[in-house]
């Protein structure tokens, strides 16, 4: 197994990062941090699958949705509102979890920072041109530069406080789905340069570890502002996805660390122990992915929390 690249991208990150990413480094090919998405105030996910295997993940996605400055309130439909009030108020939830020392990665469906209608995250729903974002001096980059500085001021304190955020903007950045990849690679990479550049020499955000999240090379922003590659997949099957994970690696010259973003059915924890496929961490989606077992039956998710391939919460050192 090659030596794993563990140290962080920004000089200046706190010891708790590297904490994390030197943990993650030995993890990797002899374990997998079971994860959770969540997405509303009460964890309907986390709580479940503490009721079916009594135990917790060690890793707990939040998500940010709802923070956006520029959701449109006047358009939008019901779908959306049920969306965004679900969502308010979940750093709540996020600083709880801090509290009991869990690992959390935030992701954020990012209303567009200008126009946009109901799910402006969805490039179908706005004409906001991301590659003018890029350019200063537009209304584009100022709208995107204001978002970024007011996401930067809520996880400021997170930083202060010396906790780690396993940090995953412009997901799927290879799709066009979202306004961020509906311009093609050379901006969704320029997007996550400018993001990196303002949040870590500007605002001196030295907690966060920075995860990209997208299988393609040709979008994939650089060694120098990337810790950690993965990416999003929705099987119907538990298997290990080895052969996803050596596409993914591929894409870095560096030996990143590997995980998987978002994932439908959760890996099979006996194929991941017999081939030691090297991702350090999973984290199934919310709602049905979850909570029903059209996708991850019960049983199959006790084995898995129950498995000793797989690290829950009481399984996780001390990091930060």
Known sequence: MAHLNTTPVNPNALPCVHRVLAYLGELSGKGILTGQHTKT???????????????????????????????????????????????????????????????????????SPLGG?????????????????????????????????????????????????????????????????????????????????RYTNHHHLNNLIWVWNAPTAECYPGDDTVDIVSRDMYPREHLAHTDKLEELKRNTAADKIALLGEIGAIPSMDALAETKAEWVSYMTWCDVFCMTEEINDYATLRATYQHPWAITKDKLPTLY
């Open 117 to 197: 209608r109901s799910k402006a995250f969805y490039a179908a729903n706005t004409d906001f041109d991301a590659s003018k974002a890029l350019i200063p001096g537009t209304k584009e980059h100022a709208a995107l530069l204001s978002d970024m500085d007011v996401m930067a001021g809520l996880l400021r304190p997170f930083c202060e406080a010396g906790v780690p955020i396993l940090w995953r903007p412009f997901h799927e950045g290879e799709g066009n789905w979202f306004w961020w990849g509906a311009k093609g690679p050379e901006t969704v990479k320029g997007l996550w340069r400018l993001m990196y550049d």
């Open 41 to 111: 105030r009460g964890m309907e996910e986390f709580h479940h699958i503490e009721k079916i295997t009594g135990k917790q993940p060690a890793l707990v996605g939040f998500e940010l949705l709802s923070y956006s400055p520029n959701i449109n309130y006047l358009d939008t439909d019901e779908a959306c509102m049920e969306e965004v009030a679900g969502n308010y108020g979940t750093l709540r939830q996020a600083w709880e979890w801090a509290a009991q020392k869990g690992l959390i990665t935030f992701c954020w469906h990012w209303f």
